[in-house]
């Protein structure tokens, strides 16, 4: 489990598909250097598993659901991803629990500079939708954001300068694909409420 904080990136160094999947090598000193087998690490909101590890890289597999539902299909080397641990019990929970599992690839509509923000708006499949709601959470890239509006397509959050700068979201253009994980709070919520 993650919180969105986004504190270091990584850099894709190697891509290897493998078996329907693809194995990936990842340069992230800060992280690796901390890093033990099997531990878990969101890779731009995908949660993945150490497999391998040096002082300064990690080796993960992206399963071929994980390339599936994810950008990971298209990742390539020089590639930049924002990376987190993994939450310890104790650590603040500074966005929301984010759990790395990727449900869909939404589409940049627009990004629009206001002042020094950014308003940022992403078409997601209207069938997972219904899970956003305004003043509610959503990751993006791994990035833990409070949705600002919604309508039957999109959604748009607001990315403060710290955010914008510190993650990979200012690389982003208009019509780029990104990693969407709905809060999961809003999925079981949704859930209760077919089951009554």
């Known amino acids: 489990m993650f919180t969105g904080i986004i504190s270091h990136q990584a850099t894709v160094s190697a891509v290897h598909p493998q078996e329907g999947g693809a194995v990936l090598t990842l340069h992230a000193p800060v992280?690796?250097?901390?890093?033990?087998?099997?531990?878990?690490?969101?890779?731009?909101?995908?949660?993945?598993?150490?497999?391998?590890?040096?002082?300064?890289?990690?080796?993960?597999?992206?399963?071929?659901?994980?390339?599936n539902r994810s950008t990971f299909a298209y990742v390539q080397v020089g590639d930049v991803l924002n990376v987190e641990?993994?939450?310890k019990v104790g650590d603040k929970v500074g966005g929301h629990f984010v759990f790395g599992h990727v449900d869909a690839l939404g589409v940049v509509e627009s990004i629009i500079a206001e002042g020094d923000t950014f308003r940022l708006t992403v078409a997601l499949p209207r069938n997972l939708m219904r899970f956003v709601a305004e003043k509610g959470s959503i990751t993006l890239n791994g990035v833990s954001l409070t949705v600002t509006n919604v309508t039957n397509t999109s959604f748009t959050v607001m990315i403060i300068p710290h955010t914008w700068e510190n993650t990979t979201l200012h690389v982003l253009k208009p019509q780029a694909q990104?990693?969407?994980e709905i809060d999961m709070l809003a999925r079981y919520v949704a859930r209760l409420q077919e089951v009554a």
């Open 31 to 67: 992280i690796a250097a901390d890093a033990k087998l099997g531990d878990s690490i969101a890779c731009g909101g995908v949660c993945l598993t150490v497999t391998a590890k040096t002082d300064t890289h990690f080796t993960v597999y992206a399963a071929p659901e994980t390339l």
């Open 85 to 87: 641990d993994s939450l």
């Open 178 to 180: 990104i990693n969407v």
